[in-house]
Nanobody
């Protein structure tokens, strides 16, 4: 079982950047696909980006493609989400999640979740 903790959220103006971190413990971090998801009040959790256990595969939701970059350092049990050119519509609570084996954009099949970190982008 793996525990996940997100950090790096905050408040920025439109056009700004933030780097979120997801640190894992309690398991072999390198065995897990890590996904980033976000959620706004009254809405379902939505896919943002994911990275395979090896780091060789990364996928992005269309609206963040080219602005966000996901990476991982398994030696440090950390996955990063570099977010650039942030827009007000990126405002949400961002969660990282872990699952074994195959990559997936569906939040429902991820097994482990962090507590979330708030990202607020003002215009």
């Amino acid at each position: 079982q793996v525990q996940l903790v997100e950090s790096g959220g905050g408040s920025v103006r439109a056009g700004g950047s933030l780097r979120l971190s997801c640190i894992g413990s309690g398991g072999t971090f390198g065995n897990y696909v890590i996904g980033w998801f976000r959620q706004t009040p009254g809405n379902e959790r939505e896919f943002v980006a994911l990275i395979s256990w090896s780091g060789t595969t990364a996928e992005y939701e269309d609206s963040v493609q080219g602005r966000f970059h996901i990476s991982r350092n398994n030696a440090e049990n950390t996955v990063y989400l570099q977010m650039s050119s942030l827009q007000p519509e990126d405002t949400a609570v961002y969660y990282c999640a872990a699952k074994r084996t195959m990559v997936s954009r569906s939040p429902g099949i991820y097994d482990y979740w962090g507590q979330g970190t708030q990202v607020t982008v003002s215009s």
